[in-house]
């Protein structure tokens, strides 16, 4: 009886910790969202959209693309005609529909990893211009009241280039593979029969 209530007190305790430990993860989110300003949130969402559509292609490329590529070698395999001009037309097709369906949304994560930056950017004027109308209304010698905005200016370019790095690599992953998957179909479609 006194293991089970130990063990019991035990579990309610490890719940307890990792309430406290949630708890004090949302409070150094909040922190540094405040210390950041409002363009933060900005970039987080970038930043979530990005890594949702990176998991999006991601889940595409080992899971439906392999389907796609067998799809299309099946249709290729079922033509009795492969040397004339329209056969290789046809071929052409084929490649450019799994090459749509591959590369569909990597213009889009680079064009989010390319704005990351752009939002860093954003909130270093923001955050400048709060210093600057604290220096207009304190003057110079007030270096306390203008950390607020030089934190401000700096926290944003940081999590802005943070963001973009992140995405960065994988974006560049993603479409050296596609282009990698779109050769190997080019090489399994031959042309002669």
């Known amino acids: 009886m006194i293991d089970i209530l130990y063990s019991l007190l035990r579990d309610l305790a490890s719940l307890i910790a990792q309430e406290q430990l949630l708890v004090d993860a949302w409070e150094a989110v909040r922190d540094f969202l405040e210390l950041g300003?409002?363009?933060l949130i900005l970039i987080g969402i970038l930043m979530l959209i990005m890594w949702i559509m990176i998991f999006e292609r991601l889940s595409y490329l080992y899971t439906e693309h392999p389907h796609a590529v067998k799809q299309a070698m099946k249709l290729w395999e079922a033509r009795p005609e492969r040397k004339s001009w329209h056969a290789h037309q046809?071929?052409?097709v084929i490649i450019s529909e799994v090459r749509i369906k591959i590369e569909s949304s990597l213009n889009i994560i680079k064009a989010l990893v390319a704005l990351c930056p752009l939002m860093g950017l954003l909130g270093t004027v923001t955050g400048m211009i709060e210093v600057f109308d604290v220096m207009a209304i304190s003057g110079t010698?007030?270096?306390r009241s203008m950390a607020g905005g030089v934190s401000k200016a700096t926290i944003?370019?940081?999590?802005?280039m943070v963001a973009a790095l992140s995405g960065l690599f994988v974006s560049v992953w993603l479409q050296s593979k596609a282009d990698k998957e779109i050769e190997l179909l080019d090489e399994h479609?031959?042309?002669d029969h």
Do not use: H, K, S
Request: no cysteine.
């Open 37 to 39: 300003g409002d363009v």
């Open 90 to 92: 046809i071929r052409e």
């Open 141 to 143: 010698g007030n270096a």
């Open 156 to 160: 944003p370019t940081m999590a802005g």
């Open 189 to 191: 479609l031959t042309m």
